[in-house]
């Protein structure tokens, strides 16, 4: 097997976690065009203007928070496990998968619960934009998790 040196693998991190942003923005731009505001039509306002903070919305905010921390948790670990296995580099991207499964829970149980389209102050946009920030979030803490228990594991 070759060896590389740390900045070459801590280059690979940096490009696999930008590689996860990018998905992360496609998939909030997919479900962000494909959402159809209720005040669309003349005859439906929204319910709740848009400053207002309803348990929907604050949920949403609440699952959307977790879940970014999750991310840059999980990249910070991932570009840790790059140059070396450390028992911080696992409980960070334990901590990275928790939190992105937090966020996905939370945000399909405000999907779950609204009872009306964007607009409507049930949270939903927030709950799909968490759908989406939720796995990224757990597939960087998993991937790093899996990178520093290779690293860690005695090669035979």
């Keep these: 097997m070759p060896v590389h040196n740390a900045s070459f693998r ?3 991190a940096r490009r696999m976690a930008v590689g996860a942003a990018a998905v992360a923005a496609t998939g909030l731009a997919v479900v962000l065009a494909s959402a159809v505001p ?16 309803t348990p929907g919305r604050i ?5 959307g928070v977790t879940g ?5 948790t999980g990249a910070v670990a991932l570009a840790r496990a ?3 296995a450390r028992a911080a580099t696992v ?7 928790v ?7 939370i945000g399909a149980a405000v999907v779950a619960a609204a009872e009306g389209g964007p607009g409507t102050g049930y949270g939903i946009v927030g709950g799909f934009i968490d759908l989406v920030i939720g796995p990224v979030a757990i597939a960087l803490g998993s991937l ?7 690293k860690a594991a005695p090669e035979s």
Excluded: E, F, K, N
Excluded at 68 to 72: K, S
């Design 99 to 105: 939190a992105g499964l937090t966020c996905a829970v």
């Design 38 to 53: 209720a005040a669309a039509d003349a005859g439906l306002q929204p319910a709740v203007p848009a400053g207002y903070w």
């Design 59 to 63: 949920w949403s905010v609440v699952a």
């Design 144 to 150: 790093a998790l899996s990178r520093a228990r290779r």
């Design 10 to 12: 801590s280059a690979a």
């Design 91 to 97: 409980r960070l991207g334990g901590a990275a998968a």
């Design 82 to 84: 790059a140059v070396r």
């Design 68 to 72: 970014l921390a999750g991310t840059v």
